[in-house]
């Protein structure tokens, strides 16, 4: 089991940055591909960005935040991060920091959240 630890939420004015972190801790060994998600209230939960873990190399951009949002991550400190610039509005959710291990078809580890929001 890996287990997620989220922090780095906070109130931010549009246009604003904020940066999440998540710690990752256990079988980290065994993660594959590491994911930021976020639910809006009234929302159904999305994929923001993800990347893989092993090499950093490979990562995936939702279309709505490209250009805006950075995921990285810190192989030596089990921890990666999502940057988020020039923050929206429609920005505001709760993130969330999920892992997918080799093999598994989808990601089924899961931090408690951090809310974002972002006032216009």
């Known amino acids: 089991q890996v287990q997620l630890v989220e922090s780095g939420g906070g109130l931010v004015q549009a246009g604003g940055s904020l940066r999440l972190s998540c710690a990752a801790s256990g079988r980290t060994f065994g993660i594959y591909t590491m994911g930021w998600f976020r639910q809006a209230p009234g929302k159904e939960r999305e994929l923001v960005a993800s990347i893989d873990w092993n090499s950093g190399s490979s990562t995936y951009y939702q279309d709505s935040v490209k250009g805006r949002f950075t995921i990285s991550r810190d192989n030596a400190k089990n921890t990666v991060y999502l940057q988020m610039n020039s923050l929206k509005s429609e920005d505001t959710a709760v993130y969330y920091c999920?892992?997918?291990?080799?093999?598994?078809?989808?990601?089924?580890?899961w931090g408690q959240g951090t809310q974002v929001t972002v006032s216009s």
């Open positions: 999920s892992a997918r291990g080799f093999g598994a078809a989808d990601f089924g580890s």
